[in-house]
């Protein structure tokens, strides 16, 4: 057991003037027993043995990175800038010539990225892992044994990743493989026309393994255009006659910024009714998602890191905040009140307040995964992405120090 003293909440939004409100906070003392919130309370008591002061930090949800990868990236180890590379196709040829020879560093890289984002707040971690022809299951299993030595700082999911192909990589048996090893696995996909040749043929592999093994799904899918948007709706198809409803994910879903308001209200519609989540990097060098629109008719909208300086982008810095600003810059989020709900797209939805300012986090029997930041609110946190964080992961500070 331990108390958490002079940590700050937000209690509400007050309109100052017209159409102006800000963001209200209080003291208070959270008691954490069993890695749960047991207590909310003004002020911890005197007689209480352990107690941390959080020294006027404001108390968040943790983050969630719900898309990364942790096994064919350059940080952690010496810089590399990328090689041009003309697409999908292109880099995969390129990775497959690598691939062998960076399995002795991937565990050193592999935990400098954990270091990295769950310092700035992250403690759950969905993993895009490769499987395929030239490295099999070997990266799998190395990623798997890095995220179990950090089970005390981060939860974790690992997806099943085809990145050469989900054909060319289950006529080998890997993909089946793979997912018989592990009960907790999840299965990938990726863009079934440009890199499988047979949507429907890819599509069936997929959704029939998935339901042989039980598991969720994982699209990546880079595909723009009509042909993105088609792609799209079969996974929608596939999903309901398969009643995997709220177990499949779309990556990127790049052709979601493609095509006109009506059509992609429609097709919101249909991702709502089918539980399909988007996750997106918010891309700057390409048209980006309408995630407003998307969030409007009840899709559930990630923000993601994906790739950090590895052979596909020398970019990133491993800080959702950081990404979540940037989605608010793009989509004009500028009041307090947007800014705050920002945050949703990097906590799994869940933030302090509500829309109206109804308190929503932190409830007793609430898991402690708590982002404390040197913040005044979370609009705050989001505009000016203030780097002075502590990270509580299950009752124990796993990151960072109150100053």
């Known amino acids: 057991m331990v108390w958490i003293k002079n940590v700050y909440l937000e209690t509400g939004y007050e309109e100052v003037r017209s159409n102006k409100f800000v963001t209200t906070t209080a003291e208070f003392a959270l008691e954490v027993e069993n890695g749960k919130i047991k207590t909310i309370t003004e002020k911890a008591p005197e007689t209480s043995l352990k107690t941390i002061d959080a020294k006027g930090y404001l108390a968040l949800p943790a983050l969630q990175d719900n898309h990364v990868h942790l096994d064919k990236g350059h940080f952690g180890g010496k810089w590399q800038a990328v090689i041009p590379a003309s697409g999908v196709a292109e880099r995969i040829q ?3 010539e690598f691939l062998r020879d960076f399995l002795s560093e991937t565990p050193q890289k592999a935990q400098a990225l954990i270091d990295l984002i769950c310092s700035k707040g992250a403690t759950f971690l969905r993993v895009q892992t490769n499987v395929d022809s030239v490295i099999e299951l070997d990266n799998l299993l190395c990623v798997k044994q890095v995220l179990e030595k950090n089970k005390h700082r981060l939860d974790y999911e690992i997806v ?14 890997l993909l089946s493989r793979a997912l018989a090893s592990d009960d907790t696995f999840i299965l990938g996909g990726l ?5 499988d040749g047979d949507i429907e043929k890819s599509l069936l592999t997929t959704f029939t393994l998935a339901r042989q093994y039980n598991r969720e799904i994982d699209y990546h899918l880079h595909d723009r255009g009509t042909l993105g948007l088609f792609e799209i709706n079969r996974i929608i198809d596939y999903t309901k006659k398969y009643q995997l409803e709220g177990k499949v994910q779309i990556s990127h879903a790049l052709a979601l910024a493609d095509g006109d308001e009506e059509m992609i209200q ?11 989540g988007i996750n997106t990097t918010i891309p ?8 407003l629109l998307l969030q409007e008719e009840g899709v559930k909208v990630r923000v993601v890191n994906d790739n950090i300086n590895d052979h596909w982008s020398p970019f990133g810095s491993g800080d959702l905040i950081e990404r ?14 947007s800014l705050a709900q920002a945050y949703s797209l990097v906590s799994n939805g869940l933030t302090p307040l509500d829309s109206k300012g109804n308190q929503r986090w932190p409830k007793i029997g609430d898991q402690a995964q708590i982002l404390f930041a040197k913040a005044e609110s979370s609009a705050h946190l989001i505009a000016r992405v203030c780097p002075e964080r502590v990270v509580m992961f299950n009752g124990e500070l796993v990151s960072g120090n109150f100053h």
Not at 191 to 195: F, K, S, V, W, Y
Not at 284 to 291: A, C, E, K, W
Not at 324 to 337: G, L, N, P, Q, T
């Open 191 to 195: 863009d079934p026309a440009t890199i």
């Open 266 to 276: 429609t097709i919101a519609k249909k991702l709502a009714e089918a539980g399909i």
């Open 284 to 291: 700057i060098d390409t048209t980006v998602l309408p995630v």
């Open 160 to 173: 099943v990743f085809p990145q050469h192909g989900t054909l060319i990589t289950e006529e080998q048996g």
């Open 324 to 337: 979540a600003s940037r989605a608010a810059e793009v989509f004009s989020m500028k009041d307090e009140r």
């Open 94 to 96: 390129e990775e497959k």
